[in-house]
């Protein structure tokens, strides 16, 4: 069996979910899972309507009308008659999510975000369900959460593999077409739970590992995974292929590849992904499989911005060993703070950290009191897997290097701006 991912772009408006269809005859609309992300931009949506929903004595919030009306447009877009079934499924979810608001009792965010965040992909799935039947397109809908089985850490659920191997393989069969959400699962009480925000790849790597499946492919509006983003980059290239580790180092290293949570199901049975463009479908994409590292074999730039250099030195000009860097780190954690680069003199010690969770300020409030600290804010640093000297001279070139350190197959070197 194949495993086909569509996210959110891919069904954004009426004329993509056609294009799913098309993708689909040209590959055999059989012996297939094809696992649906919500429309274009609605899992963001749903999050303004559980904020409203929350925060103004749980009231039907305005905004779910939006949600509604976005659909109701797709809808309009791919069904011939207004006699449609969908039309009635689709009042039946909101009748459903209606309910829910009007009587749940539980103020418990993560709780009340999964109940309603689900019906972004419930809609959507249930609109592409549809349109195939529209379209003669013999296949089986199900709900993703009676298969995918989890703890009850709402908004961020660990899968029972037991559980969910048993369910997948009693309810899938070979040969088959079967149509399912990303993102979403159950717990042990029935009660929606969701694998994190762009969870839906990983879904798709469930399905993958339980059905020892051929191959996953997620399919994107871009040609596959290049080497560069192309916003930040010139002339970036096509990847052909990336090894399983070399995929997790790049994302390691904040390259927006696929998430190492999504790889690691997948590279246990060895099962490849591809990456592939719905728009150029016989294109060949990216393969993320065993085999090669990286093809070709060129550098790959990743850039995070809005990163801080903090650099420390002891105030009796001591020498920064074991003792005082346990402590800084221990400070980092304490302040939630992610380190991405160090490096490391006799009285000196740099770092470069993301200041995700913005507790800057504290963190060096607290160092001050020991350290002798120096920090620039807003510095982008820059990482090339697989450099040669081309690479890093063109990244230099127009840039303020602050610091740069060269290991074998990485360097990384922090710019100002
Ligand atoms: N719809 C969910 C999200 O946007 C899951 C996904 O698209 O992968 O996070
Ligand atoms: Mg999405």
Excluded at 102 to 109: A, D, E, G, L
Excluded at 130 to 141: A, C, L, P, V
Excluded at 227 to 255: K, M, T
Aim: with cysteine.
């Amino acid at each position: 069996m194949d495993i086909y991912k569509f996210g959110g772009a891919s069904v954004k408006d009426a004329s993509s979910v056609q294009n799913v269809l098309k993708v689909l005859k040209l590959s055999g609309a059989k012996d297939k899972v094809i696992v649906i992300s919500a429309m274009g931009k609605m899992t963001n949506a749903f999050e303004v309507v559980i904020k409203d929903y929350l925060s103004n004595s749980k009231v039907i919030p305005e905004s779910l009308s939006e949600i509604r009306s976005y659909h109701l447009e797709i809808i309009n877009g791919l069904f011939h008659s207004k006699q449609a079934s969908i039309y009635k499924k689709l009042e039946t979810l909101f009748e459903e999510i209606q309910n829910f608001m009007v009587h749940n009792k539980s103020n418990k965010y993560d709780f009340v975000y999964d109940q309603l965040v689900c019906f972004g992909e419930l809609i959507s799935s249930t609109i592409v369900s549809e349109y195939f039947t529209q379209e003669g397109i013999n296949h089986t809908w199900v709900d993703a959460r009676t298969l995918i089985k989890t703890d009850n850490i709402y908004r961020d659920a660990s899968v029972n593999w037991e559980e969910t191997q048993n369910r997948i393989s009693k309810n899938i069969k070979k040969e088959h077409l079967y149509l399912t959400q990303g993102f979403i699962a159950g717990d042990t009480n029935n009660f929606t739970t969701t694998l994190g925000r762009e969870g839906s790849d990983y879904t798709a790597a469930i399905f993958a590992y339980c059905l020892n499946a051929e191959k996953v492919v997620i399919w994107k509006d871009v040609a596959g995974i290049l080497n560069a983003d192309p916003r930040v980059f010139e002339n970036p290239q096509l990847l052909h292929q990336i090894s399983y580790e070399e995929a997790i180092e790049l994302a390691f290293y904040g390259a927006s590849v696929i998430h190492p949570k999504t790889l690691q199901p997948l590279q246990r049975k060895e099962i490849p992904l591809f990456v592939k463009s719905f728009i150029d479908p016989s294109g060949s994409g990216t393969a993320v499989s065993k085999g090669q590292t990286l093809v070709p074999a060129i550098p790959c730039f990743i850039v995070k911005k809005d990163q801080v250099l903090i650099s420390l030195s002891s105030l009796d000009f001591s020498f920064m060993v074991e003792e005082n860097i346990s402590e800084v780190f221990r400070l980092f954690h304490l302040y939630q703070i992610k380190v991405d680069l160090i490096q490391n003199s006799a009285i000196s010690f740099a770092v470069c950290v993301d200041n995700k969770f913005n507790n800057l300020e504290k963190l060096i409030q607290h160092l001050k009191a020991r350290y002798k600290v120096s920090y620039t804010t807003g510095v982008s640093l820059y990482t090339i897997r697989h450099f040669d000297e081309g690479a890093i001279k063109s990244l230099e070139k127009d840039k303020e290097v602050l610091l740069k350190q060269v290991m074998q197959n990485t360097v990384q070197i922090v710019t100002k701006a």
